[in-house]
């Protein structure tokens, strides 16, 4: 079961809640408040934190929830150093067991150089932090446009219905940047009428499907590193 909250300015907060064993996770940890209210009100055990990377909207408040809670943090080896409490490294590749599901660790640099994402295949569910959002990617803080593309080319290989967990509500003006690049794209125009109608209402664009973000997201639809590059420049300065 996940669980999806808005929190801080524009952040996402999820719980991977599994019934069975009880057991509930927190994606990255923003707002450690919220996110305690949250499992208060189901009545869940925050037991984890899987952290995508060291950004402070992501790992803020992991020491609060793990001196509240006794919880374990997860996160990438890459950025052991910077990610406060963290418990057990993991790289990607490797897999590790949550309660009834396998998580599989996608290495997706570009955004950060130690920048990870957790795939679900039973959930038909990916948590992908920073790299992908809804018709847009991360800014490339530390990794390169090499990187982020081959971090998309991963993600874009999973089956095209897995459900994407992106951390920001950021699509509107995702959207607004990839229709003055891409304005005869009808399955973006239909996206975005979708999206226009979400904000209007205040309700998530998130999730979105790896197949809607092939079809309509510009970052997902370059070619090569080299074309990617030139669309994350123009994104920069848009």
């Known amino acids: 079961m996940i669980i999806q909250f808005p929190c801080l300015s524009d952040n996402y907060g999820f719980l991977l809640h599994d019934p069975k064993t009880g057991k509930t996770a ?23 934190i899987f952290n995508t990377h060291h950004h402070p909207d992501h790992v803020g408040g992991n020491i609060s929830l793990k001196e509240q809670h006794g919880l374990h943090i997860i996160g990438p080896q890459a950025d052991k150093e910077r990610i406060p409490g963290i418990a057990q490294v993991v790289s990607g590749g490797e897999q590790f067991s949550f309660g009834a599901w396998d998580v599989h660790v996608l290495h997706t640099p570009g955004h950060t150089k130690g920048h990870c994402a957790y795939y679900i295949p039973k959930l038909g569910s990916v948590f992908v932090g920073d790299t992908l959002f809804a018709l847009g990617c991360g800014r490339l803080f530390e990794g390169t446009a090499k990187q982020m593309f081959d971090s998309l080319a991963q993600l874009a290989a999973l089956p095209p219905e897995t459900k994407v967990y992106c951390a920001h509500e950021y699509t509107l003006a995702n959207g607004r940047f990839a229709q003055s690049i891409d304005p005869d794209n009808p399955k973006l125009s239909a996206y975005m009428d979708e999206v226009i109608k979400l904000r209007a209402q205040n309700l998530p664009t998130v999730p979105t499907t790896i197949a809607k973000e092939i079809a309509a997201n510009p970052f997902m639809r370059a070619k090569t590193a080299e074309d990617f590059a030139i669309i994350r420049r123009a994104k920069d300065r848009f």
Request: glycine share 4%.
């Open 26 to 48: 927190s994606i990255d940890a923003p707002d450690a408040q919220e996110i305690t209210a949250q499992c208060a009100k189901r009545g869940y055990k925050l037991s984890h």
